[in-house]
């Protein structure tokens, strides 16, 4: 089964509110987590990835906050556009993957409301 | 853009035939993933290559195999299709810079949407 998940499949947000967006994992020998935004039609794109000896990352409008006592992963979105309307999996890495490739959940659906 | 492509972007095909998705790697990127997406669900990873060896492989059936050239460029080849193949087929590369560390910094193309009836 899988081992990442999000708690939420849909969620919608104001535009120019800020998007938390989570997901929960459930193995601990999980060393590298990755979030990624697919739009309709398209292939994942790359946002934000994160390493297990850090608990926090920022990019450009986005930080990745890794929890690793609970097993809790999120992507949070400051100022939401409408542009950041898209399906958002967080996926992780086994500690020495490759022969694993990387697990993914289902996805959140994030709704920008006008 | 992400520098990956594949094609073609579309197919249909019919149960039991075979089929060979095609992916160009983004460039200095030595590491080439397939994964299946089922309508509605998150990516399934199908295998990965590196160095024209399969490096590692998700829990797919053996007609479901790959080729890496060369120039890091690679094919996914899916025989006897099944109705249950139908998905977008999805290829990503990346740079193996250690032990471990393939999957780190994955790309995506836009992938191949397939359709078996």
């Known amino acids: 089964g899988e081992s990442v998940g999000l708690h939420l499949p849909t969620l919608s947000v104001q535009e120019g509110d800020n998007s938390i967006i989570n997901c929960a994992y459930s193995?601990?020998?999980?060393?590298?987590f990755i979030w990624y935004k697919q739009e309709s039609g398209k292939g994942p794109q790359f946002i934000i990835d994160i390493r297990s000896n850090m608990d926090k990352r920022q990019g450009q409008r986005v930080t990745v906050l890794l929890n690793k006592t609970v097993k809790h992963l999120s992507l949070q979105i400051a100022a939401t556009q409408p542009g950041d309307s898209a399906v958002y999996f967080c996926?992780?890495?086994?500690?020495?993957?490759?022969?694993?490739?990387?697990?993914f959940g289902k996805g959140t659906h994030l709704i920008i409301q006008p | 853009e992400t520098g990956v492509t594949q094609s073609p972007t579309h197919l249909i095909k019919t149960r039991g035939q075979q089929v060979t998705l095609r992916c160009s790697s983004q460039?200095?990127?030595?590491?080439v993933s397939w994964y299946q997406q089922a309508l509605g669900q998150g990516p399934q990873f199908i295998f990965q290559?590196?160095?024209?060896?399969?490096?590692g492989r998700g829990n797919f059936p053996p007609r479901f195999s790959g080729l890496q050239f060369p120039n890091y460029s690679s094919e996914l080849n899916v025989n006897a299709l099944e109705l249950d193949d139908s998905a977008l087929y999805l290829c990503?590369?990346?740079?193996?810079?250690?032990?471990?560390?393939?999957?780190?910094?994955?790309?995506f193309g836009s992938g191949t949407q397939l359709s078996v009836l």
């Open positions: 460039s200095g990127h030595n590491t």
């Open positions: 990503a590369s990346s740079s193996t810079r250690g032990p471990g560390r393939s999957n780190e910094k994955l790309f």
């Open positions: 996926a992780e890495n086994l500690l020495g993957g490759g022969a694993d490739g990387l697990t």
């Open positions: 193995n601990s020998a999980s060393d590298y």
């Open positions: 290559y590196y160095r024209e060896e399969e490096n």
